[in-house]
T-cell receptor, first 114, second 114 residues
Framework: AQSVSQHNHHVILSEAASLELGCNYS??????LFWYVQYPGQHLQLLLK??????LVKGIKGFEAEFIKSKFSFNLRKPSVQWSDTAEYFC????????????FGAGTRLTVKP | GAGVSQSPSNKVTEKGKDVELRCDPI?????LYWYRQSLGQGLEFLIY????????KSGLPSDRFSAERTGGSVSTLTIQRTQQEDSAVYLC????????????FGPGTRLTVT
């Protein structure tokens, strides 16, 4: 069965620092990959997604993620974080053979200090 | 337009009681998903509806859990004889159809079993 690992449980950064959140998945077939974000008191919302094509995907608010198939990874990056990026970030994987089975990682809580 | 709504937002119940959680998906969305989010855990897939049918019930943790969807719209998740380990945030999401990968999440119902 597919699974998703997010290695960092809680990340604390100062404003303007660079961010990289790790995400690895275990599934050998073709996958769709997602990052969702949950700001304090708000719903989960889609940050970015990868289906096919350019493995470097750009999302909202300056976030990007790179799909590295050989490493089964889909790490999230942002060159310069802001206080407003404080949120919980979830990586999710969906195997094309089970299109309605979305597996989420445990989440990474990001705290950005002003 | 209106997003996914869930009710109640919070529910405290005594162990052994039954609870019903409601989800109103985005109008026109044919696919509906239920997830459970426990503290420190990722989102656990529970069940998926395409229209009124549930082709995948594999995520329901026990036979105390059931869900239905009527009119291709509102869904209810029922937990019978609640246990303390059922305490979690129950999230509902909808998508345009079963092949549309972007899921829109509701605010969740926080269930506490005492």
């Amino acid at each position: 069965a597919q699974s998703v690992s997010q290695h960092n449980h809680h990340v604390i950064l100062s404003e303007a620092a660079s961010l990289e959140l790790g995400c690895n998945y275990s599934y050998g077939g073709t996958v769709n990959l997602f990052w969702y974000v949950q700001y304090p008191g708000q719903h989960l919302q889609l940050l970015l997604k990868y289906f096919s094509g350019d493995p470097l995907v750009k999302g909202i608010k300056g976030f990007e993620a790179e799909f590295i198939k050989s490493k089964f990874s889909f790490n999230l990056r942002k060159p310069s974080v802001q206080w407003s990026d404080t949120a919980e970030y979830f990586c999710a994987v969906n195997a094309l053979s089970r299109i309605n089975d979305m597996r989420f990682g445990a989440g990474t809580r990001l705290t950005v200090k002003p | 337009g209106a997003g996914v709504s869930q009710s109640p937002s919070n529910k405290v119940t005594e162990k052994g009681k039954d609870v019903e959680l409601r989800c109103d998906p985005i109008s026109g969305h044919t696919a509906l998903y239920w997830y459970r989010q426990s503290l420190g855990q990722g989102l656990e897939f529970l069940i998926y509806f395409q229209g009124n049918s549930a082709p995948d019930k594999s995520g329901l943790p026990s036979d105390r859990f059931s869900a239905e969807r009527t009119g291709g719209s509102v869904s209810t998740l029922t937990i019978q004889r609640t246990q303390q380990e059922d305490s979690a945030v129950y999230l509902c999401a909808s998508s345009l159809n079963g092949n549309s990968y972007e899921q829109y999440f509701g605010p969740g119902t926080r269930l506490t079993v005492t």
